[in-house]
């Protein structure tokens, strides 16, 4: 019923490297669900954001509509840095890798 659910064979291809690592029990049952509801939800836009940001170590580049939709995941962790002047306007946020999201990235995204 997932694969009926997907649009595009890239995301086919994720979704069968997810079940391979749950019938590896390498992942259990409920992070298989969560990796197929997110993969239902992604387009190679995303995809490509995952990669770039799980790429390189010392860079984290992701744009902010994407690190959003992919902190609903769980593959990013957005956190608002205070401002020392009261201005909640601009205050800058810090997106942030997950060991949720660099496992998905290492171990369905990689190499795909």
Known sequence: MLLEKIDHP???KLLGRSFVLMVNEVITRETFDIYAYA????????????EHF????DIA???PPAAVQLS???FVEISILPSR???????????ERTAFGKFFYENVIKNA
């Not at 993969?39 to 995952?50: A, G, P, S």
């Not at 799980?54 to 170590?57: G, K, L, N, S, W």
């Not at 002047?85 to 997106?95: A, D, F, L, P």
Request: proline fraction near 0%; charged fraction near 15%; avoid cysteine.
């Open 61 to 63: 580049a992701i744009t």
């Open 54 to 57: 799980y790429q390189q170590e």
């Open 85 to 95: 002047i009261g201005n909640t306007k601009n205050m800058e946020r810090v997106y």
């Open 39 to 50: 993969i239902k939800n992604l387009n190679t836009y995303l995809i490509r954001q995952i």
């Open 10 to 12: 890239s995301l086919a």
């Open 72 to 74: 609903n995941y769980g």
